[in-house]
């Protein structure tokens, strides 16, 4: 009895200290992730301070020679600020150290040193170029416009800028090459992590497996396995039992939803196939236009149910940025493709509209969600309206169509999930309801509202807004 009793007891601790012992690995592994990642996005965001800044100095050269003429010719410019900003971006370039990254507000930032001798080199070629053009330049303006040696110091002047603005230019290539090279090596480091990761992965699910096992034995020598069985499937039973109707709704639109592009695409690649060996006059490409419909279908189909679960777990939360709305908004015209080019769309966007901290992903495919569906309820030869103004502090987007419209009664419930209209076309629409609802809850999750207002058989319009944040969060709330 003894004996039993310290088998079971090496059996089952010895199992729960490997699990454990994988467990905290994985845990380990995961935290060196986020650490590595984190330090990804730093030493990326370094990166391209100093690409930009190493851009800006073509910009001030061509300044600083613009100024250097303005004063030949008589017109007070203060080129010596031009000048500290290049020697002092230059210096930090080349040996780090601090450089302003905001003209007029002197805002600096840290820079690390010049990563490789080559580009330090480059670097103190780009110095040598500017002192000399400085030089050249404080002498060419104590020259008056009547001297007659007057245009040969331009030309001279002139010749030397080229080859500076030539030698900044190669800096800013090796700069941004050594970056892409940085990023490679990184991105094999993650590959190998992820190779990791798998590899513990494995290992939990096998030791889950040995467990499972250990336990099961552990159950039959108890004589319970059989009566804990017939509990649990009772209990499953009754939970499918009670599973609301939403279940059944998701269930029906999604495979009536799979199975209509799936047939399409099988019919379309058969005939595809069909006149493979009937020389070159053949519809083919046809036939592969609509399979590659058919599967940007099925994809939107998968994201949008992964968003809906991530909106209803409360983790779909917006990577915020600052965003151009004109470019999302030309990001979703792009994403519809075809779809849209077939119909006349009405773009009317405010002039000199800021831009917005929002996450840039989320916006654009409430856009090309809001679009897809203005094509698809709209009367067919009708345009689509796209409007954005400023309203206060808010930024309203409108999207509307002519079309069969929303009854009123039904306007209430036209952002639940699964929800569709009831309208006369609506089997021969394709959708599961779930696009209104992630836009619902990207748009809320942004601070703004989203509604719907329909007159039916005329207009039909979707508005949202979207606050105008003048700082980030992050810094607002410190």
């Known amino acids: 009895m003894g004996e039993q009793t310290a088998t079971f007891l090496k059996r089952h601790f010895g199992i729960r200290a490997g699990f454990a012992g994988i467990i905290a690995l994985y845990l380990i592994t995961m935290f060196g992730i986020l650490a590595y990642t984190i330090f990804t996005f730093q030493s990326q965001r370094s990166d391209a301070v100093v690409i930009d800044l190493a851009g800006r100095q073509r910009m001030l050269n061509t300044r600083h020679m613009m100024q250097v003429l303005l004063v030949s010719q008589g017109v007070q410019t203060d080129y010596g600020y031009t000048r500290k900003i290049l020697h002092g971006t230059l210096d930090a370039l080349t040996n780090g150290g601090e450089a302003i990254i905001n003209l007029g507000r002197d805002e600096t930032e840290i820079l690390p040193p010049a990563s490789t001798e080559a580009i330090r080199q480059k670097l103190e070629e780009q110095k040598d170029f500017i002192m000399k053009f400085t030089a050249k330049a404080d002498a060419f303006l104590k020259r008056p416009l009547t001297d007659p040696m007057y245009q040969e110091a331009l030309d001279e002047l002139r010749s030397l800028h080229e080859s500076l603005h030539t030698v900044t230019e190669e800096g800013v290539k090796m700069l941004a090459t050594e970056s892409r090279a940085k990023v490679t090596a990184r991105l094999g480091g993650q590959i190998v992590v992820a190779f990791l990761i798998g590899i513990l992965g494995i290992l939990l699910t096998l030791q889950v497996i040995r467990a499972n096992r250990e336990r099961e034995r552990e159950i039959l020598e108890r004589q319970k396995a059989q009566e804990e069985l017939r509990t649990s499937e009772a209990q499953i039973l009754q939970a499918l039992r009670q599973s609301d109707t939403l279940k059944s709704a998701l269930l029906s639109s999604v495979s009536h939803e799979l199975r209509t592009p799936l047939t399409s695409i099988k019919a379309m690649a058969s005939r595809a196939l069909d006149y493979s060996g009937e020389g070159t006059r053949h519809p083919r490409a046809e036939y592969l236009e609509s399979i590659n419909q058919e599967v940007d279908h099925l994809t939107r189909l998968v994201e949008n149910l992964l968003d809906m679960s991530r909106i209803e777990a409360g983790t779909l939360k917006p990577k915020r940025d600052w965003e151009l709305l004109e470019d999302l908004i030309e990001g979703a015209i792009g994403a519809l493709g075809k779809c849209l080019r077939e119909r006349k769309l009405q773009l009317e966007l405010e002039d000199d509209l800021p831009p917005m901290f929002i996450d840039g992903v989320q916006i654009q495919q409430v856009l090309v969600n809001l679009l ?45 999930r699964f929800y569709r209209v009831s309208s006369r076309r609506q089997r021969s629409i394709r959708g599961t309801g779930l696009g209104l609802a992630i836009c619902k809850g990207i748009i809320e999750a942004h601070g703004g509202r989203i509604c719907v207002q329909s007159i039916p058989d005329q207009t039909t319009t979707f508005s949202f807004t979207l606050p105008m944040n003048p700082e980030p969060q992050e810094r607002v709330s410190s």
Do not use: C
């Not at 409108?398 to 209430?412: F, M, Y």
């Open 372 to 416: 897809d569906n203005a094509i698809k309820y709209s009367t067919e030869g009708t345009a689509i309206g796209l409007k954005v103004v400023r309203v206060g502090d808010d930024v309203e987007v409108h999207v509307s169509n002519v079309g069969e419209g929303v009854p009123k009664e039904e306007i209430s419930r036209i952002f639940e």
